[in-house]
């Protein structure tokens, strides 16, 4: 079909093919149908191209209101409202904060402040509105496995999380003293259009985790954590240096790597290499990424030929323990 075989058109495709078949039936379908639909592929190119991602234009249509009907009603409703959509996709980027997340970090965490014998001090890289800087105040399920849940309970719906392998579940939450994030654009969890913009980037099938956020976001509200806006390799040596001396400094990320080229990754890569060996205060890393995004950390997490399937890479100090379930559905111990 003319106008149709782009490089837009291509990735189009390809995101409904990997990405959100089998997990999101209506992204695939609207995707499917902008692949083939020249009109809104020529739209979409007057944009830059880092700009026409997927996630950022269906996360736009949402923002804007878009009906979950089907392909027709989309492209009506983005034709219709194009311009609105084009400036937030011009103006916002993908932050998807995932609190999910907690349930494959929760093990090392606990297992580090345990064997410090220390309350934690997080630092979280990336960290958008900062949902992941409380695994202290959410309820876990892991199975096969334990529940756990914080004293008082949590107001957030418990994070499920399947279980493989010896994975050191704990039996009780660690102690968090301090939290802080750094962000490009830190999201502020108490400003209604931020918070409106997160929810616009959940699928639109996974009311679980929408309803996960909201609740999440109440967490980060009732005690906001200290936000850094700038650049991770910039912020985060002057970050570290203001955790409190009495605790354990973990830094960590989740999927928030491939926004760096692989300069910026290399730099953060020798600047945690350095952290994790200082005399005086070593910090711990736990990184939290897709295939690939770390190379050249020894013994890391460059993939084997045919080893991917969508799963995420976990790393204790540059070493991979762990696999999971993007969203932290799942954990495989290695
Ligand atoms: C996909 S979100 C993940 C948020 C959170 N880590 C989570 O797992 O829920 C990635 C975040 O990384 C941030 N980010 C990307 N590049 C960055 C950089 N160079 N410095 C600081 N933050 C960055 C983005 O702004 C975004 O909020």
Redesign the pocket.
Known sequence: MAGTDTATSVRYRSFAEVETRGYSPLYDAWCMGVSGDGELLALLDTLPPARRQPVLFLGAARFVGVPLGDYAAFRSFVLDSWDAIRSVMETR???????G?CAVLLPSLAAISADEGRPLALV?????AG??LYPDRYAYSYSPGPSLQPPGGSPVPPLDCTVAGPVPVPSSLPEVVWRAG????P?DAGDDDDVRWLEALVWPEHRFRAERLRAALGVVRAEPPLLIR????EQVLPLVARAPADAVVVVF????LA??DRE?RDRFRDTMIRLTADRERPVHWLSHEGYGTLAGVPDAMEKAPGEEDGRFVLQHNGVTIARTGPHGQSIEWL
Do not use: F, K, P, W
Request: proline content about 0%.
């Open positions: 980027a993908t932050q998807t904060n995932e609190a997340r979280e890289v990336g960290a958008s949902a992941c750094i962000d490009l654009n999201l700038g650049d991770l390799n990320h989740s999927a928030v926004y760096l910026g």
